[in-house]
């Protein structure tokens, strides 16, 4: 697949559908090592009718769901099995540590996170990733996958 993935490559990659992909593109990839993808952050966003109605901000809980999908394009393409194995190929993501929220994320905004692999079995991915906005970190985590 040739850099970027779009949409139509990502589906291929993730199960998730709108609403709740939230990973646009992909621009960098270096298998098992490193992952750069974006979201761009529209004020038509479903979650923006609610969270908050005079002050529309991405629920932070959910930009660590797309810093793990992100992560989950990492491993899945890093571990080709899980990518052959078409029937019941999944990942979960079974912990979250140190999660940080260091900045709000607002409509308009684009986020674009690095995700680098901190500790990798064939079967469990330990990742270190960071959520930037205009250069500055928004979030970061470490996320724990389990690939099956
Ligand atoms: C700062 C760092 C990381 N995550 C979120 C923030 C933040 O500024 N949140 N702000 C929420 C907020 C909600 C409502 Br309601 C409101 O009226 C305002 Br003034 C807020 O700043």
Do not use: A, G
């Given at each position: 697949m040739d850099l970027p993935l779009t949409y139509k490559d990502i589906i291929k990659i993730l199960?998730?559908?709108?609403?709740?992909?939230?990973?646009?593109?992909?621009?960098e990839l270096e298998v098992g090592k490193k992952v750069v993808g974006i979201k761009n952050v529209t004020i038509?966003?479903?979650?923006f009718t609610g969270h908050f109605p005079e002050k529309p901000i991405m629920p932070g809980v959910l930009v660590i769901e797309a810093m793990a999908q992100v992560g989950g394009i990492l491993a899945r393409l890093s571990e080709p099995e899980s990518m052959t194995n078409k029937k019941d190929n999944a990942i979960y993501f079974v912990a979250i540590d140190?999660?940080?929220?260091?900045k709000p994320v607002f409509p308009g905004d684009q986020i674009i996170f690095e995700l680098t692999p901190m500790r990798k079995g064939s079967r469990i991915w330990k990742m270190k990733g960071k959520a930037m906005v205009n250069k500055e970190i928004a979030a970061e985590a470490e996320l724990v996958a389990a690939l099956r």
């Open positions: 199960p998730h559908r709108h609403p709740f992909l939230f990973v646009d593109m992909i621009t038509n966003e479903y979650f140190k999660v940080r929220f260091r």
